[in-house]
């Protein structure tokens, strides 16, 4: 993957993370978490912060948090932007579009239709069931 792009998606998603702490956390300890830290210990410190306002956060807050870190993480080790479901890369466009996506178009694809067959076939179960009661 292109060097400059992971670069700039890791600032955009260090920017999110900021955002969101200043606009969800509490504003009186935020501040102090959001400094833009370089070094490993220092970035283990701004972690134990960010657990702190993640109790801060509404749910969809507390979830897009959690969805960055992941990301940064996966930066740090090197597995970010590889598919975790079928371990191919994924692509650019997607990731800057959401450059916290931990699956590939495909493979998110698959997983929404087969989410979506789930979600219809117990729909209809229970439907059955409603039906049979009221008979």
Do not use: F
Request: contains cysteine; aromatic residues 2%.
């Amino acid at each position: 993957m292109n060097k400059e792009l992971v670069e700039h998606l890791a600032e955009q998603l260090k920017r999110r993370r900021s955002s969101l702490i200043l606009d969800g956390g509490n504003r009186e300890i935020a501040p102090d978490i959001v400094e833009d830290r370089k070094s490993e210990l220092e970035e283990s410190a701004q972690l134990d912060r960010i657990t702190i306002i993640d109790s801060h956060l509404e749910e969809r807050g507390q979830k897009t948090l959690r969805d960055i870190q992941v990301a940064l993480e996966r930066l740090a080790t090197g597995s970010y932007g590889i598919c975790h479901s079928c371990e191919e890369e994924i692509g650019s466009a997607r990731l800057k579009a959401l450059p916290t996506a931990t699956l590939c178009i495909d493979c998110a694809t698959d997983r929404e239709k087969k989410h979506r067959s789930w979600s219809r076939d117990r729909n209809l179960m229970y439907s059955d069931i409603d039906s049979d009661e009221n008979a």
